[in-house]
């Protein structure tokens, strides 16, 4: 029983809560309900759910803090939440998702993070329409992948592409999954309160099976060691439970666990390494910190951490832990609007030495076993690496995208049987760091493993060198010395000479993952300005001090830990004390560090990457960009300004700048020294606290970017960099007037607030909100299909009279419907009329009485049948009255006359396969463009033929779309979603469809863009039921046809937007384009203003003659009798304001020379003054210098009406 009063190292290992400022703060994240843990890590990144809908994900640094904005780079992955996500455990950047959409998707994040925002996958498996509940890689075999959807479980080899295995033995859905560390078995949680074992290369899959926790409720399972499983659920009472499982006796249970009656799902995290065991509930504030025993009492509570809301947990991979600071185990906690790293930190007096009993030797990045070989029954552990600093093994993996990847898999030997019985765990042993000459081997250089202490202390007193290797016997439990034979040993020799390092790797150790290693070097002791020679010898070991460290961390005094910015970073002097980057000097040469430069021999060009690569230097050389065409100079700028970006100016060190200005060419002049030596303190652009751009969306071909190769040309032939401002015109093309464009809320009076009972259960067809300059129609829940009539309050609309709604609640009448509703329309002539189509193929009208709708109504003033099936679409003619357009299940749309007591389908439109998406009449009405879901767009004359005159391929996306015309009749506008349900922005010429002239991706979501299109201006508004961003883009009939401007982006999501024509808007305000906007229970309208400097003019070059949209051109008889008549066209100008156009700054008038004044009189001027006169003088000039008005203010104001003043 001596065991129990054995102290664990971990018991006081206490959490340590960073300041706010070291936390990932202002993010956007929603509660999903989902069997992942909404956030995952690499040791370069993490990744965790974006949004309410969670179909986004935000990608950032592992040691990243801060605000972020939210129009920073984000991974648009799904077309619907993201339900589960991991990191591949042998490559930092490779992401693996799964979504509700039945996909998943694996992604590539390169080592600089996300840039721009990300929605092309590396490739993408489906899983036959079922929701996929859990994603993850193997702990052993690289390329392997495991999805769980709904009752299968299957296994998918990447270097294929092919399902390798599927299981459909569960009876409920797949709740959780957890490999065993040496990935034979798996071990599964179902809803059918069952937990299973599972080996995939067996003849029977499911090996065992037993009930496990009887609550109705989620549960999960983690793999604990060798032969045990830990479950959490619920018990009968919905308590929460832990069970600990044997798997030889699956049945029983050694250890059964009540905690308390909370609801959230517990999240096991557990670290097999430290039996350290974290169990963070969603929608819990405290996280419980257990160790993990094989006996009794097997579970021993630590120390909690209380904070915020937990929406998801995630432990961070040993590799990243600051070792030198005690960090045990770094815990990720996701709230609602931040990421919480937890630090677990085990107290010592000291951490100025690496604590070895801490951190027991951990599984590596690298394997030996790929996908092919285990499903061919092949097993090989993966090595354990040491965390010691100096054994150099916490470094970032990142070996490309998933084709690079799969070459470097297939390229994998197959591992030696011999490697594979014996569990042979290689380490790097405590060496000198200052490089010195290979002497020839002897049998003196071989010694023994000892203490980490005393090798150190040998160190100072003799020179090693040697080939060590630690053989871990399992039979015997001793270390025994395995001497390598001479063939080895001459090859490690060369590879030694070859690379100035005394590490030595195993010939086992030369692939890392398929791809060839270098050792990497050791920092030298001496000064960073004596060259690093064969000759030269290497000074000894300061005492008392140890190695310094290449990962950066720093020896230090004191129990308060301390490191360097990252864990996986190299510190170095020349980080801190930097200065700009030297004009007209290439990334590549500004960022080469003088340690490189005086350690080491001039390398040629071809040799940059290797030299990149080695530890010495200090800064990190930046990758050849290439040209690409997809940013314009706008989203550059967002790059440099945003906190988010990522974005780190090269800047070269003192002795660089020296050299390059003392080192000049004989034929240069003095001045061109001269300018180049003033030059030298020409600023560059630095992160900024400044929000960035409100327009994160980018033309892949608009624009040209900054390192297009005329720029690069233009910047070699010039010596020294101009840093005079340009013009917009000169750097942008063509500048949009309505580039800046602002949108503004109304007054919180003119808002109809708390309406209740709002119903977001219609079709994707319809818009779901409609209003005109007097009411609005908004759906509310209940029986059959209700229409709400909201009358709007004085001030948000020029039309609008209703009084101010009172802001306890509103219960607006309605238009009762027996059946559900489709679709709706007001009479752009019309205020007072409105037009529902339900499902029940039906038509009726209501008549809205003047003051508005006082109670409901279920009698509409008529009735007619339009369609044997359910309405899809209504909508009113633009220029003729009575005319109604209907589009219907039966895939045929019909044009009425409702002029006639009973109106007849005048018109029946053919020729649609599939189901029509959106319709949409030209502005003078003379065609009708269509898009279906069959993926074409069509376009009608209707009262020439009833098939259409031209058509071509829409989007490919079967989710929805919208259509609408644009300048003066000549293009198509198109929104919908492409195969991998991106949304996306089509421009097509309406004389040919074959194809788009251009196409925007805009992002992956759900929602169907609806559009809006401002004719004047060119302006089109976008955005989906659910967003919270209305995009903005002006058309033009040029490259790059979308011209991005600045986005609206509100507070709350709204659920629908209603423009308003263009007599509403408040001219004065420079306004161009009114809405009014639906969101959880408001109405608020939205004002578009172009900032101008002379608002008090009229300002005719935004507001053209418009077209009237108000009032009819044509009675319905006249249209459908094929009448032809001409556009009409109004003016916006108010009366009495004054064109911009007309308005010219009058010229200034030449002075009149002043009257020559008489010259003075010598003599008088010598005579003095009596005081009177000096007085007098003094007065005079002070009243001609002194302008005198004698006008009185009231003998200009206006006259008052005899009228007014008998009221």
Request: with cysteine; hydrophobic share 35%; net charge neutral.
């Amino acid at each position: 029983m001596a065991w129990r009063f054995k102290a664990s190292k971990y018991k006081n290992a206490a959490p340590i809560v960073p300041k706010p400022e070291a936390c990932i703060r202002d993010i956007c994240v929603g509660s999903y309900q989902t069997f992942g843990n909404n956030i995952c890590a690499s040791a370069s990144f993490m990744a965790f759910n974006w949004e309410h809908v969670g179909s986004s994900m935000a990608v950032l640094p592992l040691d990243d803090c801060g605000r972020k904005s939210k129009t920073m780079p984000l991974l648009h992955a799904h077309s619907d939440t993201i339900t589960d996500m991991e990191f591949s455990p042998f490559h930092d950047g490779l992401l693996l998702t799964g979504s509700q959409d039945s996909l998943v998707k694996v992604w590539h994040i390169p080592p600089e993070g996300l840039k721009e925002s990300l929605s092309n996958p590396e490739c993408t498996l489906s899983q036959k329409q079922r929701r996929v509940e859990n994603v993850g890689f193997h702990p052993v075999a690289d390329g392997l992948i495991h999805v769980a959807s709904g009752h299968e479980l299957a296994l998918w080899d990447l270097t294929k592409q092919k399902e390798a295995f599927v299981n459909r033995d569960h009876g409920d859905v797949i709740q959780s999954t957890s490999w065993k560390k040496d990935g034979r078995l798996m071990a599964t949680s179902c809803k059918d309160r069952k937990v299973r074992i599972v080996d995939p290369r067996a003849a029977s899959a499911v090996l065992d099976a037993a009930s496990s926790h009887h609550g109705i409720k989620d549960s999960r399972v983690v793999w604990l060691d060798q032969d045990r499983i830990l479950t959490t659920g619920f018990d009968a009472a919905r308590l929460r439970q832990i069970m600990i499982r044997d798997v030889r006796n699956l049945s029983q249970t050694q250890k059964t666990l009540e905690l308390d009656c909370s609801t959230g799902i517990l999240m096991p995290l557990f670290d097999p390494d430290t039996n350290m065991l974290f169990l963070a509930g969603k929608g819990d504030t405290t996280i419980l910190y257990m160790e993990v025993t094989d006996r009794e009492p097997f579970l021993i509570e630590g120390l909690r951490h209380s904070g915020e809301q937990t929406k998801g947990a995630c432990l961070v991979p040993k590799r990243a832990l600051r070792v030198m600071d005690g960090e045990v185990n770094r815990v990720l906690q996701l709230t609602g609007s931040s990421v919480v790293p937890i630090m677990y930190q085990v107290p010592r007096k000291s951490y100025r030495e690496y604590h070895a009993d801490l951190y027991p030797d951990t599984a590596g990045s690298m394997t030996y076993l790929s996908a092919p070989m285990w499903l061919d029954n092949q097993d090989h552990p993966v090595p354990n690496i040491s965390l010691h600093p100096d054994a150099n093994n916490c470094t970032q993996i990142h070996r490309g995208n998933l084709e690079e990847l799969v070459k470097s898999i297939l390229a994998m030997p197959p591992p030696k049987k011999a490697e594979a019985k014996k569990a042979i765990t290689p380490v790097i042993a405590q060496e000198d760091p200052k490089p010195k000459p290979a002497p020839e081997p002897k049998d003196e250089d071989r010694i023994d493993f000892v203490n980490v202490k005393d090798l150190i202390k040998g160190m100072e007193g003799k020179k090693e060198n040697g080939f060590h290797k630690k053989l871990d016997n399992g039979a015997n439990g001793h270390d025994e010395d395995d001497t390598i034979d001479t063939e080895d040993k001459d090859k490690i020799l060369e590879k030694t000479e070859s690379t100035d390092s005394e590490t030595c790797l195993s010939r086992s150790n030369s692939y890392v993952n398929g791809t060839p290693v270098q050792a990497p070097k050791p920092l030298p002791r001496s000064s960073i300005s004596e060259p690093s020679g064969d000759d030269s010898e290497a000074p000894k070991p300061k005492p008392r001090t140890t190695a310094v460290p290449i990962s950066g961390y720093k020896p230090r005094l004191g129990p308060k830990p301390f490191s360097a910015s990252s864990g996986s970073e190299e510190f170095s002097f020349d980080k801190v004390f930097s200065v700009p980057v030297v004009p007209g000097v290439p990334k590549s040469d500004s960022a080469t560090s003088p340690l490189t430069q005086a350690a080491s021999t001039p390398v040629g060009k071809d040799e940059d990457k290797d030299k990149s690569l080695s530890p010495t230097s200090d800064v990190e050389i930046a990758p050849k960009e290439e040209y690409t065409n997809g940013k314009s100079d706008t989203s550059l700028e967002e790059e440099v300004n945003s906190s988010d970006s990522g974005y780190i100016p090269k800047t070269p060190s003192t002795a660089d700048r020296r050299k390059l200005f003392e080192t000049t060419d004989g034929n240069q002049s003095i001045a061109d020294r001269r300018r180049a030596y003033e030059s030298r303190s020409v600023s560059v652009a630095v992160e900024s606290d400044t929000p960035p751009s409100p327009a994160p969306l980018r033309r892949r071909d608009s624009l040209k970017s900054r390192k297009s190769p005329d720029r690069e040309e233009k910047d070699k032939r010039a010596s020294v960099p101009n840093v005079t401002t340009k013009r917009t015109s000169t750097v942008f093309g063509k500048v949009s007037k309505f580039r800046h464009l602002k949108g503004t809320p109304g007054h919180k009076s003119t808002h109809v607030e708390n309406i209740k009972n709002i119903s977001r259960q219609i079709s994707g067809e319809c818009n779901g909100f409609y209003a005109n300059g007097v009411r609005c129609a908004v759906p509310v829940s209940g029986g059959g299909g209700r229409v709400a009539i909201v009358e709007l309050p004085r001030g948000a609309t020029p039309a609008a009279v209703a009084p101010p709604t009172h802001p306890s609640g509103l219960h607006p009448p309605a238009l009762l419907h027996p059946a559900v509703l489709q679709d709706w329309a007001w009479d752009p002539f019309r205020d007072e009329r409105l037009l529902v189509a339900c499902d029940d193929g039906m038509i009726r009208e209501w008549i809205i009485p003047e003051g508005g709708l006082q109670e409901s109504s279920n009698t509409p003033n008529r009735t007619f049948s339009a369609h044997p099936d359910k309405i899809y679409i209504v909508r009113f003619h633009p220029t003729a009255s009575d005319v109604l357009t209907t589009a219907a299940h039966d895939l045929t749309i019909k044009i009425w006359d409702l002029s006639l007591d009973v109106p007849e389908a005048a018109i029946t439109l053919t020729g649609h396969t599939e189901q029509i998406f959106a319709l949409d009449w030209s502005p003078c009405g003379e065609y009708l463009a269509t898009v279906c879901k069959d993926g074409l767009v069509r376009i009608f004359k209707p009262r020439s033929s009833t098939e259409a005159i031209r058509s071509g391929p829409g989007p490919a996306g079967s989710r929805g779309a919208r259509i609408v015309w644009a300048l003066n009749e000549t293009h198509l506008v198109v929104t919908g979603f492409d195969k991998v349900s991106e949304r996306q922005i089509y421009l097509y010429k309406a004389s040919d469809l074959s194809g788009p002239v251009c196409t925007v991706g805009l992002d992956v979501s759900p929602a169907i863009l609806q559009t809006h299109i401002d004719h004047d201006s060119g302006t089109i508004f976008l955005t989906g039921r659910g967003d919270s961003t209305i995009y903005c883009y002006e058309v033009t009939s040029e490259a790059p046809y979308l011209c991005a401007l600045s986005h609206h982006r509100s507070p709350t999501l709204h659920q629908g937007i209603s423009f308003l024509n263009k007599k509403l808007v408040a001219v004065e305000k420079v306004e161009f384009a009114r809405a009014l906007r639906l969101t959880n229970g408001n109405i608020e309208p939205l004002s578009f203003t172009v900032p101008r400097i002379k608002s008090e003019l009229f300002q005719d070059d935004l507001f053209p003659p418009t077209l009237v949209t108000w009032e009819p051109w044509q009675s319905s008889r006249a249209w459908l009798s094929n009448n032809h008549i001409n556009p009409r066209t109004a003016s916006l100008q108010p009366p009495g304001m004054q064109p911009l156009s007309a308005h010219s700054v009058p010229a200034a008038k030449e002075p009149a020379k002043p009257p020559q004044k008489p010259k003075p009189d010598l003599i008088k001027s010598h005579v003095p003054l009596d005081p009177k006169e000096k007085q007098d003088s003094i007065m005079k000039s002070m009243s001609a210098k002194v302008a005198m008005d004698l006008k009185l203010e009231q003998d200009s104001m206006e006259g008052v009406d005899q009228a007014e003043w008998d009221q």
